[in-house]
């Protein structure tokens, strides 16, 4: 439990013998609530840089990635580029799944790449530990670009990237081994996606002003209170979209219903993710060595199947509004679903896989309760560059 629930729960229970338990709740926000709402607002333009990525942050390279990004010819088919599945306001599809090559579906629903430079696992399941690694993935996945090094390789040699792949790798993309030149498109790539930023929200704004108003006591007043209330407080949302991200960056079942072939979750790629000729502990990063095998170790070590079975990365709710349909599965359309998918308290067991965390309880939200988070996530959008 959180101080917060112990607390009020002690209150209710003292009061309750004097039948006085309405009356018992503490005013909004309290001292350790008020700290964490301090903890949200803000998030900044750009992270600090990927040291297992050497060309991160140079404009060269952000300038190779963004017409990648946008090259269809990298595809086995020719016409499926990243920009497909991660287009538009959202950098994502309005369809539950997308489609690659030949018509075929993808297994989940592409989240956007808006702020993505803040993640520290990338996939609904993890199974990428850097962005440079992760775009291998659609490159080689047969449902997604469907392609290889040969075919990337041969692009990347023609006179319309030659030399500016030169410029970048000190080498002529024939010279390089497979392997080592799909790491260095995805170094290109990733330069040029955590370019894509997107922050400043009216919520920002609003979490400011509410933290004032609280410090002058007049907090209720306040037009944010009823959504910050139910976001921190009666919805726990904050316990998992926390910090300025508003993502933990870690795994937790809620219980979306799934029982295909990737409901799996974080648990189902652990080991793959130890051996991946990819990962950031594999000599074509470009970390000190020894840190990165470290990290994926203890990761790996410290992982409990009965956490982490059907368990998704909680994605951040920046720009929640521009991405809809939503959940790993792009099983729900609206955020009003959403809504009601959490006051329901998750899904129902026997719908997807593995055991949902006790955190996801039935909520009795009131009408305006709902309708103040749905307000309040979708002022999460932030401003356009
Ligand atoms: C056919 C559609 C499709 C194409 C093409 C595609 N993606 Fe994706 N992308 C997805 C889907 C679906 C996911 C989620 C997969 C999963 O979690 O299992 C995803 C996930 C991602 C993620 C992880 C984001 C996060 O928050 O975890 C990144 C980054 C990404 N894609 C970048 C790229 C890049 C770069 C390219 C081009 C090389 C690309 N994608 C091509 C559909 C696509
Ligand atoms: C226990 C941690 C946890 C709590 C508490 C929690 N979430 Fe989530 N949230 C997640 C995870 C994990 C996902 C992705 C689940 C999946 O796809 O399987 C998610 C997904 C979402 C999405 C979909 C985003 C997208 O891009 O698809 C929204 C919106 C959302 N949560 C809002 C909320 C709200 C509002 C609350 C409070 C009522 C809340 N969450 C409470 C962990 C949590």
Known sequence: ?????????????????????????????????????????????QPSKDGTNRVDGLAAAEALGARLFNDGTLSRCGTVSCASCHGGEGLTVDTA???????????????????????????????????????????????????????VGAQLASARYRNEYHALFGKWPEEEAGPALLANVGKALAAHQRTLVRVDAPFDADVKRFIAAAEAGTAEKDPAYLGLKTFVRKGQCIVCHKSPTLSDDLF?????????????????????????????????????????????????????????????RTPSLRNV????????????????????????????????????????????LSDAEKRALVDLLKSMTGTPR
């Open 1 to 45: 439990m959180t101080p917060y629930r112990l607390r009020a729960a002690a209150l209710v229970l003292a009061l309750g013998g004097l039948g006085l338990a309405c009356e018992s709740e503490e005013a909004f926000p309290n001292i350790d609530e008020l700290d964490e709402l301090r903890s949200l607002h803000t998030l900044s333009r």
């Open 97 to 151: 799944k997308a489609e690659g090559c030949g018509g075929r579906q993808t297994a989940r629903n592409p989240p956007t790449l808006l702020n993505v430079a803040h993640s520290r696992w990338f996939m609904w399941d993890g199974r990428a530990d850097r962005l440079w690694s992760q775009a291998v993935l659609p490159l080689t996945h047969p449902d997604e670009m469907d392609s290889d090094a040969q075919l």
């Open 252 to 312: 937790h079942n809620i219980g979306v219903e799934d029982t295909g072939d990737g409901s799996g979750g974080q648990w189902a790629i652990l080991d793959s993710l130890l051996s991946w000729e990819f990962n950031a502990a594999s000599p074509l990063s470009d970390a000190p060595a020894g840190t990165e095998a470290i990290r994926l170790q203890t990761l790996r070590t410290q992982a409990k199947q009965a956490e982490l079975e059907g368990a998704f």
């Open 321 to 364: 509004a521009l991405t809809a349909p939503y959940m790993h599965t792009g099983g729900q359309a609206t955020l009003e679903e959403v809504v009601d998918f959490y006051n329901d308290g998750g899904g129902t067991a026997g719908t997807f896989v593995g055991r949902k965390t006790d955190t996801i309880v039935a909520l009795d």
